[in-house]
């Protein structure tokens, strides 16, 4: 075997530039697929980190009839003494997090411009406000007692013309059927990097939100943050009672579990596309090299050398080309996953339906895709390379010996 691979080598030395560029093609598709592998993998994780850190959090608990698409601000639809109950959620091993929050649908003016927002009321004491907190650009954060007070995302107040200190006018749904109005001081810009999430969001204190939208101390949901994700299922085992219902991230958000299956399935039919357009180049190296090598081929097997030793030859050739490709091409990937790891691809706010994405996508290399890509591209190219290595294995010695 180590002189099949020293015949190998030395094989492939005769035309150096050639093989240099077939290992490099490996490299190239290798180094390809590693950077979308590692984006997809980015984009699917940050969607799913921004939806629980903004909107779903871990768990959420809500009345059994509340129904998050119709905002229903309904008594029975709401949950009551929403502190007291979050307080008991506390206790649960577990949760690190858990808050009332109050949703309305609502319409922000300012001057002739006005657009449709989501009024979310929270308490500004809770550590769940953290992406908001670290996010603010201009002013100050909601304080517990401000009742004129708003927080809006700055791609909101670029749209309404807002800055910190403006006046803007705020209608609201209410539990009554009613709409109601008020004008409220933007107290600070925050931004989350998720635009579609910052122009549709602004905040309030949960209380003045309550009075608002004639909720007086009954919220929407608990909002609630675990230790470790992996524990939703148990905690919301422990949680389920039969006056309000338990959601897990997992339910929550389904449509950016169903993408990333979809997206993987898709991605596979891309592999093997890429792989084989790559590993058609060293069949070309191959096939050029069986008929420059005809003469030679025949006076091996004139001197007693097997059809299937040749044939073990132009893959050894075939392998030494991938593993030199594999190799070089990890280098190469990991090295361009690292630098988008790093600053990410700007892709601005693209208006994605059913889940957040951010303003930015950050690669995120797996080891197990690494070696999986790996094995496969050393495969798809040995398999490739067999027409070759059995081109040259069928011809007659008599035949090559006359280079036919």
Known sequence: ???L???????LNRNRRRSILSALAVSIGLALLLLIASVLAGEIQGAMNDSIRLVSGHLQVRAVSYVQEKTSLKWED??????????????????????????ASGILSNSDKSTGVQIIGIDPSSGANAPFIQGITAGNFLSADDREGILIGEPLAAKLNLKVGDQANLVANTSTGVVDQQVFFVRGLYSTHTPSYDEAAIFMPLSKAQVFTHTENHASTIFV??????QAVAVAAALTGPAYQVLTW????AIVLQTEQLANAYLIIIYLIVLAVTATVVVNTLIMAVFERTREIGILAAIGMKGRRIMALFLAEASLLAIVGIAFGLVVGWLVCAYFAQFGFYIGNVGATGFLLGDRIYAIQAVSDTINLSIIALVVTLIASLYPALLAARLEPVEALHGN
């Open 250 to 253: 997992q339910k929550m958000n």
């Open 225 to 230: 943050l675990l230790g470790n994700r992996d």
């Open 1 to 3: 075997m180590i002189e």
């Open 78 to 103: 709401l949950l009551a003494n929403p502190d007291q109950l979050a307080a008991q959620i506390k206790t649960v091993p577990g949760v690190t997090v858990a808050t009332p929050r109050l949703f």
């Open 5 to 11: 691979y020293k015949m190998a080598y030395r094989n």
